[in-house]
């Protein structure tokens, strides 16, 4: 028993005790002292960046795209709109497993293929987070009804509404307003992200690709508070967009309805100028296509028809086009053979339906079989188009003038039209022979040339800013679309050249039209002003010597283009007109007509002058 007690110690027992609680509440001072710390550190020190985190949860800044410019015809008419369309777009943060998402509105509204992998694409270029990626345009009433019943299931989904592009003219204006179309990788590279951010087209041809800029406008941003759902419950802070600028254009509906469908059924082009001004008041090119379809992407099937189409509808023959002028050009080079001293307005040429070079056994030959006579001067050359003068005349000006006075009125240069895309066709030179095929000029060069032919190549535009040139004796302007504020700029120059000169060739392509030799007086039945004008046929195949064109042997697309350029009222130009019809073969019966009907349609819509009395038929 004595044992038992000596083996106790009550005093070590108390000390041991009392270290052991010592420890335990030093290591909870500690534990607490680095909550408090942590504590102190996330709420004090930290406590701004938090309630900035917080506030991103809460708070979201979204951006307000601009509403894009329309663009007008010169009388007012809407020619470029924007529609209002309900769109289904998804927020990727907010919508957890968007599989599933995807597979659930394939259920409700039908997802397809092509939409959900061009929204797989779109969701790849976002910009930020908490973007939304359309998934479906344009959202019928049902479609809407649906998702606004099954809303509480679709997390993540937004259904808003948007203005979109809408060509109201459709085909008819497709090539000159261009379309917008959806951003693509490398415009999501080169394009500013702040400019664009919420806008999911850009302008990808014609006018809506120049003026871009004008039209896209200022985005603007609003600061909206979400609840947990991430759904907008208020809007706290908002900056206006800037709407994009509206565009005035100089071109008439009326008339460009007339041009496109005068075209209907073949392949070719029509461009009409204000003489006074250089504005384009119709440029048609046909087949075309509907840039309607493009705006909110179009399917694979129709983009690959209109690709593989062998009638090229999506190719701007107006000012991508280039064709061999043919006879249009024999006025201008009248011209660059009277203001050159080459010859007088009293030479004439003998033709017998052929020209030689000297030394040559090679004939050139005349359009016309058994050629137009012994006494052609320029007048008759002119007006009936007797290839055999303008050979003759052509070889003694050397290409040297031929180019120089072709350049003056445009030919082989961009026209400087506010459009993308533009060719500059072909005016050749020795130098330019020499750059561009690495061998000499030859005098037979010189005779294809003289006609149109050869080398030469332009576009309908630039055939209609050359025929504005003779129209308003010289005056150098570059064609425009829109009307600028500051009114009409003066001409950039002058193509010196006397007045009894221009009056000269002036009165001979009214011979073409009014002469009753004239190859296109087919036209001037119940005419009651006059037009200036001048028939071409472009070759699209070689004849050899021996051989006649014989249409009925010669495919239809090798068959040659048809041609016509005409101004009116010859005494007061107010209007300039070419056409081309490809495989037309005839200027006279198939491009001259369309050119009448448009100008018959200009002086219906504008009679400023009264009408004329009839056009002297003596020539």
Known sequence: MNEDRAIKNPQLEFRLYAGRLIFTLLVVLIMAGVLLWRYYYLQVVRHDEFVTLSDRNRLLVEPLPPTRGLIYDRNGVLLADNRPSFNLSIVKERAGDLDALLAELNQL?????????????QMARRRRPYEPVPLRFNLDEREQGILAVNEYRLSG??????????YPFGPELAHVLGYVGRINDQETQELDSIRYSGTLVVGKTGLEKYYEDQLLGEVGYQTVETNARGRVMRQLDRTDPSPGQDLHLYLDSRLQRVAYESLAGQRGAVVAIEVATGGVLAMASTPSFDANEFVTGIGVDSYNALLDSPDRPLFDRVLQGQYPPGSTVKPIFAIAALQSGTISQDYRVYDPGFYQLKNEKRKYRDWKKGGHGSRVDLRDAITQSCDTFFYDVGVKMTIDVLSLYGTRFGLGQKTGLDMPSERAGIMPSRAWKRAAK????YPGDTVNTSIGQGFTLTTPMQLAVATSRLASRGEIRSPQLVRKQH??????????????????????????????????KVINRGLNYHIAGKTGTAQVIGIKQDENYDAATVAMRNRDHALFIAFAPV???RIAVSVIVENG???SSTAAPLARKLIDAYMEYYPETPPLEPADESR
């Open 109 to 121: 509204i039908g997802v397809s293929e092509a939409e959900k992998e061009r929204f797989l694409k």
């Open 157 to 166: 989904v937004e259904v808003t509404v948007q203005l979109l592009r809408y």
């Open 487 to 520: 009114g009409v700029p003066p001409p950039a120059g002058i193509i010196k050249v006397s007045d009894s000169n221009w009056n000269y060739v002036h009165q001979a392509m009214q011979d073409v039209v009014h002469g009753l030799r004239g190859t296109a």
């Open 438 to 441: 690495g061998v000499t000029w």
């Open 571 to 573: 005494e007061q130009p």
């Open 585 to 587: 073969e005839h200027g």
